[in-house]
Nanobody
């Protein structure tokens, strides 16, 4: 199982970024795939997750209405569209996956089995 995250960068407050997570070694159908983030001095938190099978999604409250997670099973890729970015969204974002046994929100709250390398998102003026 490999997960390759991309799309991070520097953006001004109010701007947008789109993160991509390319998965290999497995197909999305039976997995939950999600994005976690960790800012300096803070604990890691689950930002958004999606079930590769039925498409159920989970969002942490702080990003609801601003971030949208999507998947393309044909490309084995999960996306995170981030709009209206705020300073507090600055963090290293990680893509992660787990075989779906307990549901999308469980994994986004607890964590995943497989992790990719992070991509830095910096929101700054």
């Amino acid at each position: 199982v490999q997960l390759q995250a991309s799309g991070g960068g520097l953006v001004q407050p109010g701007g947008s970024l789109r993160l991509s997570c390319a998965a290999s070694g497995f197909t999305l159908d039976h997995y939950v795939i999600g994005w976690f983030r960790q800012a300096p001095g803070k604990e890691r938190e689950g930002v958004s997750c999606v079930s590769g099978g039925d498409g159920r999604t989970y969002y942490v409250d702080s990003v609801k209405g601003r971030f949208t997670i999507g998947r393309d099973n044909a490309k084995n890729t999960v996306y995170l569209q981030m709009n209206s970015l705020k300073y507090e969204d600055t963090a290293v974002y990680y893509c992660a996956a787990s075989l779906n046994r307990y549901g999308t929100s469980w994994y986004c709250s607890v964590g995943m089995d497989y992790w990719g390398k992070g991509t830095q998102v910096t929101v700054s003026s």
